[in-house]
């Protein structure tokens, strides 16, 4: 697959990321913030897939139920 990017985040907090956990609101914002970071890197790409595990997937659901027109 051409055209192809991949991030991994870090929430707020976590390993060596800078903050403190928010409960939510700030990883929310976090992963939206990362999200339009990588639209703008590519451009070109039809398609963005959002997946997380355990509290990642809850973030990853509160964002697309934001985001509707990403789906």
Avoid: H, P
Wanted: proline share 0%.
């Amino acid at each position: 697959i051409s055209d192809f990017s991949v991030l991994r985040i870090n929430f707020r907090g976590v390993g060596k990321s800078q903050g403190n956990f928010d409960n939510g609101i700030g990883e929310l914002i976090d992963a939206a913030t990362s999200l339009d970071w990588l639209q703008t890197i590519n451009e070109i790409a039809d398609d963005y897939w959002i997946a997380g595990f355990s509290f990642g997937a809850w973030i990853a659901m509160q964002l697309m139920m934001r985001r509707s027109e990403e789906r």
